[in-house]
């Protein structure tokens, strides 16, 4: 039960670029005359996490798991802030027999934010930066556990749509993905979160 690799940087990167150009085809970078006044803002969010775990010839296999983000942001111009992150991306597990393994990645960034104007309510932020990633790996086998650990300097990105109910209170929907390390193995993990985010 390894960690899949992760598809070729040059591919993310690609699909990254064509991300970016759709929203400013679109117009939706926040345009700078017309952003909020409001220069901090705090989000925390929870939701579901999944892991890119190779699952082959494993009897039980559970990628997907609870997970928890919380983000504080400065606006230190119109239409671009500097924001830390933390998110925990729970577990996965893998099984067989009397074998098991379980992975658990935490994450802790700092980063830019691009605000997005979708118009009315709706707005969001294009987050990237750079982590600190940890993640532990639990091998059992035969009532003996192995504890390996992995910290990895990381890239992450990440993107978050918000609906404001007042000018300082927004239901928030955000997507976060790094790569995470352990053990000589490496892969993808993603976390889907909804929450509250705070503008002051």
């Known amino acids: 039960m390894t960690t899949r690799a992760l598809r070729p940087a040059r591919r993310r990167g690609a699909a990254t670029a064509l991300a970016l150009a759709a929203l400013a085809g679109t117009g939706a970078f926040a345009d700078p005359a017309a952003?909020?006044?409001?220069?901090?803002?705090?989000?925390?969010?929870?939701?579901?996490?999944?892991?890119?775990?190779?699952?082959?010839?494993?009897?039980?296999?559970?990628?997907?798991?609870?997970?928890?983000r919380a983000a504080v942001g400065f606006f230190v111009a119109h239409n671009l802030a500097v924001e830390a992150t933390v998110v925990d991306f729970g577990s996965a597990f893998a099984s067989r027999g009397a074998d098991s393994q379980r992975w658990r990645a935490r994450l802790a960034g700092v980063g830019l934010a691009v605000p997005l104007d979708f118009g009315g309510p709706w707005s969001g932020l294009l987050r990237f930066g750079i982590a600190s990633v940890h993640m532990t790996s639990d091998r059992?086998?035969?009532?003996?556990?192995?504890?390996s650990t992995g910290n990895s300097a990381e890239g992450y990105a990440g993107l978050a749509i918000a609906y404001a109910l007042t000018p300082q209170v927004a239901l928030e929907l955000a997507i976060d993905s790094t790569r995470a390390e352990v053990a000589g193995s490496a892969g993808r993990v993603d976390a889907l979160t909804f929450g509250v985010q705070l503008r002051f």
């Open 35 to 68: 952003a909020s006044d409001h220069r901090l803002y705090l989000a925390a969010s929870g939701g579901a996490s999944i892991y890119d775990v190779d699952c082959r010839g494993s009897s039980t296999c559970d990628r997907v798991d609870r997970a928890g």
């Open 140 to 147: 059992g086998s035969a009532g003996v556990l192995v504890r």
